[in-house]
């Protein structure tokens, strides 16, 4: 038996995971009619397409909350500054351009 997510994957590659999930004495025990339509090859992703839709929407929206409620915590949390406070007289002279050593002597 093929566990769920390489069914998932067989799915999206094209392959019908339904003849290695059922047994061999049930699909014999079909009508030939029933057992072509669950062995085709559309048949198994219009199985899974709605729930799996609907998984990655509630997967999506709550990630969007979350990222929400994080930006909203953040803006909660006031401007905070990390390191040296560095004043106007110091940061000016930082940005100045020093003579190179070849320019010096």
């Avoid at 094209?14 to 339509?37: K, M, T």
């Avoid at 979350?66 to 953040?74: E, G």
């Amino acid at each position: 038996m093929l566990p769920p997510t390489s069914a998932l994957f067989a799915t999206i590659l094209g392959y019908n995971p339904i003849q290695s999930i059922l047994p061999a004495e049930v699909l014999s025990a079909l009508p030939v009619a029933a057992r072509d339509h669950l062995l085709s090859r559309e048949f198994f992703p219009h199985l899974i397409a709605a729930p799996l839709m609907r998984g990655l929407s509630v997967s999506f929206y709550i990630a969007a909350a979350l990222s929400l409620l994080a930006a909203a915590a953040s803006m909660l949390r006031g401007r905070q500054t990390y390191g040296e406070q560095i004043d106007e007289s110091t940061a000016r002279s930082a940005m100045t351009p020093r003579p190179s050593r070849s320019q010096a002597g």
